[in-house]
């Protein structure tokens, strides 16, 4: 994997196209109302009865300031009581969903996303990581890998060292850029200091992960701008990296509208700064996982990815996709076994229905025959850049050629292309296709053609 990525400009014009970051296949767009509350139970008895071990992912909505770009769902609010009457609904849902698993399926993993997670008070995080311990077997060996969202602004010494005391091991930082004129420009004003502070306090405290995440393609953004933002981050040496393309949808994401799209920078420079982004991060150790992710050779993924058993869901790249995927919270997506199902993401509504002892769920989608297989063909292609026919063939009892005859003649033109290597036993992405690797899982998407494209950010 070393030569994770080769730079090919015409290639990336050609294949820059809007579509799915398949988080999942099929997609959160295929998720219907037809899915409800039954269909979870079903699948939580499944669960429960393989004794299958667990992914919990709990949504914090709240945020003290709005950053322009964010398409998260979140409350933006100064008024942090407003947390209290959500965490006493979120403790109800806990219990819900806890009484239908078996206290044996251990949570090997635990993510806190929002909005801001740090918006709760010490006092708050403590009691919902205490209910979440009465009600799911969480581990106390440290085994685990339970990860919390960080904003510095919202976060000190005093907060890491809660964090940790609290189990959590993996801290994932947004940066996004630290330039003062980008910074004012998407309403985020974050020092340097700021963040080397905490992560100090997370290398101190022993951490076992630090994450940074990053966008190129902000407002005020040039290529000379970015490269020192990536040059300072560099310095701190995270383990992990998350570069995102921003996607500027102000149609569907209204704190979008108040970028003035003028300030953009063009396709060209975008492209620019992402390839200045590979090299210099490429320069300083760091591998190219796919789909904006970036790690140290001696991390997790790196080494997943090296041994064939990196996989991806609806938190990114994981090694623990063998994991049923628990989501609780406002607009949370739980993934359990066939089944996908999200909350609902009113938050008024996610309240009342919770109050009123019944489970928030309001769509979803459970996947048949075609949908398992070519998910399984997505996963091999986006997490290895590699699909082997045969394994396939073997799991699915199909013929791949066969399957697949009406793709052939694209898999074709993108072996021309030399985005990928074709022939009878496997497909192979090149280093000059690894950047466009969605576009390659877009061809095994049966659902594309029926979508409108202009719900997706593009590849690059």
Same mark, same amino acid.
């Given at each position: 994997?070393?030569?994770?990525?080769?730079?090919?400009?015409?290639?990336?014009?050609?294949?820059?196209?809007?579509?799915?970051?398949?988080?999942?296949?099929?997609?959160?767009?295929?998720?219907?109302?037809?899915?409800?509350?039954?269909?979870?139970?079903?699948?939580?008895?499944?669960?429960?009865?393989?004794?299958?071990?667990?992914?919990?992912?709990?949504?914090?909505?709240?945020?003290?300031?709005?950053?322009?770009?964010?398409?998260?769902?979140?409350?933006? $609010?100064?008024?942090?009581?407003? @947390?209290?009457?959500? +965490? *006493?609904?979120?403790?109800?849902? %806990?219990? =819900? /969903?806890?009484?239908?698993?078996?206290?044996?399926?251990?949570?090997?993993?635990?993510?806190?996303?929002?909005?801001?997670?740090?918006?709760?008070?010490?006092?708050?995080?403590?009691?919902?990581?205490?209910?979440?311990?009465?009600?799911?077997?969480?581990?106390?060996?440290?085994?685990?890998?339970?990860?919390?969202?960080?904003?510095?602004?919202?976060?000190?010494?005093?907060?890491?060292?809660?964090?940790?005391?609290?189990?959590?091991?993996?801290?994932?930082?947004?940066?996004?850029?630290?330039?003062?004129?980008?910074?004012?420009?998407?309403?985020?004003?974050?020092?340097?200091?700021? $963040?080397?502070?905490?992560?100090? @306090?997370?290398?101190? +405290? *022993?951490?076992?992960?630090?994450? %940074?995440? =990053? /966008?190129?393609?902000?407002?005020?953004?040039?290529?000379?701008?970015?490269?020192?933002?990536?040059?300072?981050?560099?310095?701190?040496?995270?383990?992990?990296?998350?570069?995102?393309?921003?996607?500027?949808?102000?149609?569907?994401?209204?704190?979008?509208?108040?970028?003035?799209?003028?300030?953009?920078?063009?396709?060209?420079?975008?492209?620019?700064?992402?390839?200045?982004?590979?090299?210099?991060?490429?320069?300083?150790?760091?591998?190219?996982?796919?789909?904006?992710?970036?790690?140290?050779?001696?991390?997790?993924?790196?080494?997943?990815?090296?041994?064939?058993?990196?996989?991806?869901?609806?938190?990114?790249?994981?090694?623990?996709?063998?994991?049923?995927?628990?989501?609780?919270?406002?607009?949370? /997506?739980?993934?359990?076994?066939?089944?996908?199902?999200?909350?609902?993401?009113?938050?008024?509504?996610?309240?009342?229905?919770?109050?009123?002892?019944?489970?928030?769920?309001?769509?979803?989608?459970?996947?048949?025959?075609?949908?398992?297989?070519?998910?399984?063909?997505?996963?091999?292609?986006?997490?290895?850049?590699?699909?082997?026919?045969?394994?396939?063939?073997?799991?699915?009892?199909?013929?791949?050629?066969?399957?697949?005859?009406?793709?052939?003649?694209?898999?074709?033109?993108?072996?021309?292309?030399?985005?990928?290597?074709?022939?009878?036993?496997?497909?192979?992405?090149?280093?000059?296709?690894?950047?466009?690797?969605?576009?390659?899982?877009?061809?095994?998407?049966?659902?594309?053609?029926?979508?409108?494209?202009?719900?997706?950010?593009?590849?690059?």
């Amino acid at each position: 994997m070393l030569d994770a990525i080769r730079w090919d400009t015409d290639l990336i014009r050609r294949y820059d196209l809007s579509g799915p970051r398949y988080t999942s296949y099929p997609t959160a767009v295929q998720f219907t109302s037809q899915v409800g509350t039954f269909d979870l139970f079903h699948a939580l008895r499944d669960s429960r009865k393989a004794l299958r071990p667990l992914s919990l992912y709990v949504h914090v909505p709240f945020c003290a300031n709005i950053c322009y770009y964010c398409a998260c769902n979140k409350v933006i $609010t100064k008024d942090r009581g407003r @947390a209290l009457p959500y +965490l *006493q609904r979120l403790e109800q849902e %806990i219990q =819900l /969903i806890a009484c239908h698993l078996d206290p044996a399926q251990k949570v090997e993993q635990l993510h806190f996303g929002g909005g801001t997670p740090t918006f709760l008070s010490h006092d708050e995080l403590r009691q919902l990581m205490a209910h979440l311990r009465k009600h799911f077997n969480l581990l106390d060996d440290d085994s685990g890998d339970y990860g919390i969202e960080i904003d510095p602004r919202e976060a000190d010494w005093s907060t890491m060292g809660l964090l940790r005391e609290l189990g959590f091991n993996r801290v994932s930082i947004g940066l996004q850029d630290l330039d003062p004129a980008v910074q004012r420009a998407v309403n985020r004003l974050q020092s340097l200091e700021e $963040t080397r502070a905490v992560i100090d @306090a997370a290398r101190t +405290l *022993q951490f076992r992960s630090i994450n %940074i995440d =990053l /966008i190129y393609g902000l407002p005020r953004q040039t290529p000379e701008n970015f490269a020192r933002t990536v040059e300072e981050v560099i310095n701190l040496q995270p383990d992990r990296l998350s570069v995102f393309n921003y996607a500027h949808l102000p149609e569907r994401f209204m704190p979008q509208r108040r970028i003035n799209s003028a300030d953009l920078p063009s396709p060209a420079q975008k492209l620019e700064m992402l390839q200045t982004t590979i090299e210099q991060l490429t320069q300083a150790g760091y591998r190219y996982i796919g789909m904006d992710h970036f790690a140290l050779p001696d991390d997790e993924l790196a080494i997943a990815q090296e041994e064939s058993t990196l996989q991806r869901n609806f938190q990114g790249y994981t090694t623990h996709g063998h994991c049923d995927l628990i989501g609780l919270g406002v607009s949370a /997506i739980s993934q359990i076994g066939d089944l996908y199902c999200q909350n609902t993401s009113d938050l008024n509504l996610y309240k009342n229905t919770l109050a009123s002892a019944q489970l928030a769920t309001n769509r979803g989608l459970l996947c048949n025959a075609d949908d398992r297989l070519r998910r399984a063909v997505i996963q091999q292609l986006i997490c290895g850049f590699n699909l082997e026919f045969a394994s396939i063939e073997k799991d699915f009892n199909i013929d791949f050629r066969g399957y697949f005859s009406e793709l052939w003649p694209q898999l074709q033109e993108m072996a021309n292309d030399g985005l990928i290597e074709l022939d009878s036993e496997r497909i192979s992405v090149l280093p000059a296709g690894h950047l466009l690797v969605r576009s390659v899982c877009m061809v095994f998407d049966a659902y594309l053609e029926q979508q409108n494209r202009q719900r997706f950010s593009r590849v690059i």
